[in-house]
């Protein structure tokens, strides 16, 4: 791909999870990234203030699907509060670290939850 990622960014890219859609979602968001191009539409369900579920459609690059990937395993279950907690330098060390140029790329999934949240909330 032209940049150094390490295994983990590879196995996200290549086997990433949570993937599609969620056709009863209560919340869905669409971001875009400018430079990259890339766009990420997130799907979630909330149940009592968890993520009972979370799944996300991208057009990314490698960084954006692996990242976002990583993203949805780390909230789901949580609270709404402790997911908005998870942003994308907690998902950018967790992943191991990305290349410098990548790092936007992994700010899709947390701006798009948290612009999601912010949307629920106000329909409430
Ligand atoms: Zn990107």
């Known amino acids: 791909m032209g940049f ?15 993937v599609g859609e969620i056709p009863d979602a209560d919340v869905i968001e669409t971001v875009g990234s400018p430079v990259c191009g890339d766009m990420l539409t997130l799907y ?3 149940k009592d ?6 799944k996300f459609k991208t057009y990314g690059c490698g960084a954006a699907i692996a990242t976002s990937s990583l993203f949805t395993e780390l909230v789901k279950g949580k609270t709404v509060e402790e997911a908005l907690k998870v942003t994308s330098d907690v998902v ?6 990305l290349p410098e140029k990548k790092v936007h790329c992994s700010l899709l999934a947390p701006d798009a939850f ?11």
């Open 4 to 18: 150094e990622f390490n295994e983990n960014v590879i196995e996200h890219f290549e086997n990433p999870r949570n």
């Open 49 to 54: 203030d968890k993520i009972e579920d979370i």
């Open 92 to 97: 950018v060390e967790a992943i191991g670290g």
């Open 114 to 124: 948290k612009q999601a949240i912010e949307k629920y909330r106000a329909k409430q």
């Open 44 to 46: 979630i369900k909330l």
